[in-house]
Structure formats: C-alpha cells, structure tokens
C-alpha cells in the first residue's frame, strides 16, 4: 500500500449510520461519547480527547487515560495560510487561525474528526489497530494518525503535526533523540536515567515515546525540535522545519511536516505516534518484550513495518468496524453497536502482548493486563474475568494468554494458600507473583473465576490440552469451592468497594456454576451432580431467594429485602452449563425493573453505583425487554454528556441517596468493558475472530529467533 494512499471514498460517508447530537454546528456519529480515543494500544499508550473539548479541538489538549494533560497539535497550511486543526493553545496561535470543526466519530478502531480550513475538507484520522489474532500487528506500540485531505483545488498544501515532553511522564527530566534514515524520520522522547519498569501517575518513564513519519515520493519531509511557539510558527511561515535546532528543553515539541506541493483533489499524510518499552514486562525477574520485536527488533524496522502495513490494517480495521456494528445491532440493537464500539480499542488498551526479551521465542506468548485506575495490579483474575466477554467474541486464545503467566506461577508451587491467587503482582508491569502469599484476598470469588475461565477457553477453541496440563489445580480449586461455598466466610467479591460479607448469595452462585465448570472441565460427573445441587439449594430450596422468589437476596438466609444484581448467573448461560434452570434466570427479569434507577440499576440493595460490565453480564440472562432496558440505560450513561473521561464501568445510576446520576465514579478506561460484549458473545465464540485472516497476507521475514538460532549454529 502506498505511502499517500488516496481514500476511495469519503470516511464520513463510509461510516455514517445513525445521526449525532450537536453542539455549536458539530456533530457526533454514532453518538457523543465521553472522551475520544487517539492513540490506545497498551496501558502507557493512551492518549484520549475528552469529547467536551472536540467543539474547540483546534485548541485543545489530549489526555493520558489517567487524567495528565499531553500536547499533541495538527496544523496545516493552504496556500500559505496556517490552521490549527488540533492542540494549539489559543495564547499561541497567532498566526495560526483554528479550522472549524464539523463532525466527529468513533467506530470501534478509529477516532475521526472533520474540519474545514481555507475551503479544504481535512479529516484527522486517529487509528488504533485491534487485531488479536495478528499477534504481529496487535502487538506493536504505536497508533497512526492520518490527515486526508479533500476537494483540494490545485492548492499548496503542508502538514504538520508535534508532541511534547509531556508524553515521557516526567517532563523535567526528558531528553531527546532523533534519527533520519531511508526517508524515515524518527523523534524519540525518553526519561534520562528512568529506572527501569518504574511510573509516575501510572505513565511509563523507562521507554521511548515515538513521533515518525516517512518521506513519499509525493510530499517533502522536514523535521525540528524546539519552543512550540517557535517551531510552530516556522511552520506557519514557511511551511518548512529545516531550522537550526535548539537544546532540548521540557517545554519543547518534536514536529515533523510534509510539504505536499500543489494538491489537486485528494492526499493523505501519516504519522505514528506510540510508546515503545523494549523491555515491557517483567514477568518474575525475566524481561518480556513486544510479540513484534522477534521480526521487528529495533524501533526504526518496527516503524518501517509499522507504515508499510498501513494499508492492510486499515482494509481490516474497515471489516472489524462495520461487521461489529453490522452484528451488535443483530444482538440487540443499535444503541447496543455504539457501546461495544466504543469499549473495543480501551478493552485491548490495558494489555500487552509479549514473549520472551532473550529467546525472542514466538511459541512461547503471554498476555499482561493491567487493572487500571485501581490499583494498578497485573493480571487480576477478576479483571480478566468482567473482560473475557471480548476475548471469547475476539478470540478466545486470550483467555490462555492472560491466564498461563498465573497458571505457571502456581504450577511453579510458588502460592501455598488453598484458593486462586487474585493477581500477579501488585503494580504493573511487575509481575512478580506474591512470594510472601499477600495477594488481596477473594477465595471464592478467584476460584470460581479460574474454572469458568479455563472451562470458556477449552469451549471455545476445542483446545483441551492446556487445561489438561493443570487439571490437579483446577481440581484443588473446585474441592475448595465444595468445601467452602455454601458456609461462606466473611470475604471480597470482585467488587471490593462494596466491602466483605460473609454468605454472599452472588458468591454461593459463582461457586456452584464454577464447580460443574470443573466437572465439565474433567468429564468427572461427581462435580457436575455437586454443582446443581448447589444451585438446588440456593434456589429451588430458596436459600438464596427471597420466600416469593422474586429476586435472588445480597445475603442469605435472612436478608430477603435485600437484593444484588446475580450476573453469575451469565457464564452459565453462555458455557449452556444449565446449573441453574431458566427460572432462576428470568426470576429478576421483572424485579430488576422495579429497582431501575434513572441510568439503570445499581450492583445491589446498598449502593446508588451501578458496574456496567456485571450489568451487561447480567443483561445476557434476561429476556428481550428487560435485556434492552439494561443497554438503554448503559447507552444514556455513556452519552449523557455529564462527564469526559474514557468509558467508567462505575457509575452512579440512582439519585436516591443524594449523588448526581449518571456521572462515574472512580473507574476509567479499564479493560473490564470487555464484559460490555457479553450480549454478543450469546452469538457463539470467536464470531468476529475471522475478520483476523488477513493475518498472513504480507510476506513475514524470516523471525529474529531463527535468525539468532541460524547464527548460533553457524558460529559452532
Ligand atoms: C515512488 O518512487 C519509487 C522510486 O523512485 C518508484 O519506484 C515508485 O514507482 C514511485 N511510486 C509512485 C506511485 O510514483
Ligand atoms: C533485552 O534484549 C535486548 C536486546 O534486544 C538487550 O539489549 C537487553 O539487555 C535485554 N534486557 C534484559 C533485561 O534482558
Ligand atoms: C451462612 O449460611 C449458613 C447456611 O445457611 C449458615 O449456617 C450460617 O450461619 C450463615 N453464616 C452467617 C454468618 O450468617
């Protein structure tokens, strides 16, 4: 695919299905979400736009997904004339004039924003690539932004886009560093003397932010560091960077601009911007790496290969954004297609994907997840459980990736406590297990996970023999669960903010569908007979019920005005396990209404928050009506305007003890709206995993680790 690939059609009118809301003349398709992803890959490459800002994107700042402001600007110029199209502070624009914003959109792998400026269309086109079964593309660390450029009329044109310092997280200690070599320019920002896997506010300071972009045989590039205001205006001026460059300095940008020349009709210009840790993860003591660098080991290939797929990973990126619209509609409607959407790029944004630093071993390939906005854990089971949702959609080869760094601590003997680990280190991206046994403790919960987890794995891929491997501890878990699921102590559910209770009913339901997991797991029938007793006696027996059965109770026995939300319930229905029996699902249908809230309900009797992953979890039980009136209420959350961060899966859903409905609380842009895709996961596994096979349609170069072999056995 060529360099300035020309767009075959109007992106607007490619993906325009529904119409927007609009403020001040812009609009925005599908609808108006909270905050607009740019660049979302990994948990350290997550620079968002809040959508309340779009109105004024000429000046505007993006966002680190935690909060911290990042400086990125587009400026073109036309004819001579300079635009603001994104990220230029009004106190320094002059003489840059801001472009008018008209549009903006999300699909489930691109962020577009249409502007006009000096009579030109330009849509800045901020592109995350979703692949995961491309382990290849999935895994590199940086995002493209694209500007095209319509209805040029034999005009000059230039275009410029710069980050700042900002992006290292540590601005006052950055430096910088910049390469040009075979047409490809390269400014890299790094942390002098960063320790290694260390963060500041959740930003990564021991690797390289990366701004880059290639020359084509249509446009001229050029290249600076220094003050903006300077840098910026050279550009304004004279449509070119080649000045004198400056000392590096914390206030600088890097900026590269292409000077197209006279455009007649259509162009396009593209960018990389990313964060690259060479060393990603340190998985007890031993560095992992990026799945890409056993092809792509230095950043200057890894660019190269990055601009060059541009092209078939935008053809995939286009099948992946209308088949999910096209298929989420199907499940359960249009309002439904704007969530998933919107949770794609953020579910597949708190991950990494990795092998080892050293082999460069490709068949050997581990997940990382991290629990933003939390606390910070890696591989938190009850993460990647609210998640799994999307992996099984996907492709559910994820689930073994994000569970196998665990599975081999455990099988490693290095956790003693008779219960599943809750995670695999405190603070990405260590993970370095829990040696001392002071993992927070969710004993039910955790082992209930696991066997759902392995038992959704082995479904959906056929593939039997990864849980075969650590059937004896899958089996240590499931005897647990036997022993401890009806009595159950004072303890965590996935939702610590709620705080411990000890009888749980939402627990005593994950035990008994995780123990005829196991059953179905180890074809030992024993469990499985175990199992529906269990359910028997929280439900036919009522002790989990309240005496009319219209609702499952927060706390047994002796709570029945108490409620919570059994979204447990779900696994059953999707792994069609039948633990429990449809009754026992539809009992909440109607009950659930009567305590719906003005943006839905709450996780339980005590709280005026709701958890949007376990509601549409829960939502996946239910009939058509109450199921819709679920997503009715996600989708008023999530367009209501009220707040701007990347999509909360917590928020205040009632006013009834006093709070603002509808805003969130604590939680942004975690991976666990994964669990946003239960209604589509209902479908059958890896329904959307197809769109994939575009995976072998370049030529791959031979892999760094036969290389290295190759290497080895000739020096013998
Ligand atoms: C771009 O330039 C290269 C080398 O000069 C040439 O082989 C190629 O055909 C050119 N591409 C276009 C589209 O002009
Ligand atoms: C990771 O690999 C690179 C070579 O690609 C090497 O320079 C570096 O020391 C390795 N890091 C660790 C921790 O092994
Ligand atoms: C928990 O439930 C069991 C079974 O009904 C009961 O024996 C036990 O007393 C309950 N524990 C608490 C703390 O209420």
Known sequence: ?????????????????????????????????????????????????????????????????????????????????AYSLMGVPDSESAPIIPATVRRAEFTSTHSLFDLTAGGIAFTLDFFSPVSPSNYLRHSIPFSYLTVHIEGAHGVEIQVYSDIDGRWTGQDDHSVHDFEERDGLVIHSLSVADAEKYSEANDMALWG???????QSNSSTLSALAGDPKTVRSQFAQDGDLSGQESTWSRQNVVAVAHDLGSVTGGASVNFAVGYERKEAINYLG???????????????????????????????????????????????????????ALSTRQ???????????????????????????????????????????????????????????????????????????????????????HDDQQAEAMPIEECGNLLILALAYAQATGDTGWTDQYMS??????????????????QLSSNDAAGP?????????????????????SGNEQYSKIGDERADLFFYEGLGTDEEQTHFVLQYPDFPKSWKTPYNLFPDVLLGLRTFSDEAYQMGS??????????????DSRQDWAKSDWNMWLAGTFDTSTRDEFVDDLWAFM?????????????????????????????????????????????????????SDYKFAYDRPARKADKLRDNHISEL
């Open 590 to 603: 109607d009950f659930f209404s009567s305590v719906r809230g003005e943006f839905g309900v709450a996780l």
């Open 347 to 433: 579910a597949y944004g708190g991950m990494d994907l990795t092998i080892s630093n050293e082999s460069l071993d490709t068949d050997d390939v581990l997940a990382f997840i991290k629990e933003l906005s939390s606390d910070g854990n890696v591989n938190t089971i009850d993460v990647i459980m609210p998640a799994f949702p999307i992996y099984w959609v996907m492709d559910p080869n994820w689930i073994r990736l994000l569970l196998e760094p665990i599975m081999r601590y455990t099988d490693a003997g290095r956790w003693h406590l008779p219960y599943t680990i809750h995670d695999l280190g405190s603070h990405y991206p260590n993970a370095i297990g």
């Open 473 to 490: 501890i899958f089996r240590q878990y499931a005897d647990y669960l036997i022993d401890n699921g009806v009595d159950i102590a004072n």
């Open 286 to 340: 031993e560095a992992y790496t990026g799945y890409y660098r056993a092809y792509y080991p230095t950043t200057h290939e890894a660019l190269s290969f990055f601009l060059d797929d541009y092209g078939d990973a935008f053809l995939e990126s286009l099948k992946l954004d209308h088949e999910m619209v096209t298929f989420a509609t199907a499940a359960a409607g249009p309002k439904y297609a704007d969530i998933v």
């Open 208 to 214: 390289d932010v990366i701004l880059a972009s290639r």
């Open 501 to 521: 209770l000890p009888n749980e009913t939402n627990l005593a339901v994950k035990a008994a569908v995780g123990i005829k997991a196991f059953g179905e797991l």
């Open 1 to 81: 695919m060529r360099f300035n690939m020309q767009m075959p059609l109007g992106l607007g009118s490619l993906w325009t299905f529904f119409s927007g809301l609009s403020h001040n003349g812009l609009t925005h398709h599908p609808s108006q979400p909270p905050s607009y992803p740019l660049a979302v890959r990994n948990p350290y490459l997550s620079a968002w736009m809040p959508s309340d800002r779009v109105h004024q994107l000429p000046s505007s700042e993006p966002q680190f997904w935690a909060g911290q402001e990042l400086g990125w600007s587009v400026i073109v110029r036309v004819d001579g004339e």
């Open 639 to 691: 367009t209501n305007g009220k707040h701007n961060w990347p999509f909360s899966d917590r928020y205040v859903s009632t006013s009834k003890h006093g709070n603002e409905p509808g805003t969130p609380i604590l939680c942004r842009a975690r991976p666990t709206v994964g669990g946003h895709f239960a209604l589509l996961a209902l479908k059958g596994p890896a329904s959307m995993q197809s769109l």
